[in-house]
């Protein structure tokens, strides 16, 4: 069974550009999660979608940062315009069922390198 | 709140040695899940061991095994005969069923298996 995809795996971008990663969850995963990781920490949670649906974006700086889940399958995470520190490693991971309990299954991340 | 806490930032042993990472958690559920998450060089996050509040008995799995223990919040991992293979960061993370069901991360160990 293929696991979570994620691409780009690498993005080097200067600031002030737009830049997009896709991610394509495990096959039947309803659950959906981006979350962003800073050199030297544990990852730290974004965005969840339950299917199409975003029911936590509490974490997701709106001001910049937008995602997608159109069909309640593959997803899409924006920043726009990108700024110095956004560099980081974006992760997205998916789980069977909501509400938590389930484990989340991580894709390899993309790193971003804003200059 | 929830958190997780990893005391020991990086480790360095030397191959075939014993090595336990520790983990400390709170939390203010009173049901709750525990993980284990690996993380390569490569940058994915491999899930190890997920645990349940109510099940308190240790867990072996091959050279590595997890000692839950509600008395002191901790969920520590330990992995017996280190191999160079093992080199990694390792993370700790918790979910509450009850509060945000938001999957809160340590900060990461850094282990570093020498030949």
């Known amino acids: 069974e293929a696991g979570v995809v994620q691409s780009p795996r690498y993005k080097i971008i200067e600031k002030k550009q737009p830049v997009a990663f896709w991610c394509n969850p495990i096959?039947?995963?309803?659950?959906l999660y981006w979350y962003l990781q800073n050199l030297g920490q544990g990852p730290e949670l974004l965005i969840r979608?339950?299917?199409?649906?975003?029911?936590?974006d509490s974490q997701l700086p709106k001001d910049r940062f937008s995602a997608e889940r159109l069909k309640g399958v593959d997803s899409t995470l924006k920043i726009q315009p990108a700024e110095l520190g956004d560099s980081a490693v974006y992760l997205c991971?998916?789980?069977?069922?909501?509400?938590?309990?389930?484990?989340?299954?991580f894709g390899p991340g993309t790193r971003l390198l804003v200059l | 709140a929830q958190k997780v806490t990893q005391a020991q930032t990086e480790i360095s042993v030397v191959e075939k040695e014993d090595v336990t990472l520790d983990c400390v958690y709170e939390t203010r559920d009173t049901t709750y899940y525990l993980f284990w998450y690996k993380q390569p060089p490569s940058g994915e996050l491999v899930f190890l061991i997920r645990r349940n509040s109510f099940d308190e008995q240790n867990e072996i799995s091959g050279r590595y095994s997890w000692n839950f223990q509600k008395s002191t919040s901790s969920f520590n991992f330990t992995i017996t005969a280190s191999q160079v293979v093992d080199s990694a960061v390792y993370f700790c993370?918790?979910?509450?069923?009850?509060?945000?069901?938001?999957?809160?991360f340590g900060q990461g160990t850094r282990l570093t298996i020498n030949p």
């Open positions: 991971a998916s789980s069977s069922e909501p509400g938590g309990q389930e484990t989340q299954y």
């Open positions: 096959s039947g995963h309803n659950t």
């Open positions: 979608y339950e299917n199409e649906e975003a029911v936590d």
């Open positions: 993370a918790l979910i509450g069923i009850q509060g945000a069901q938001k999957l809160v």
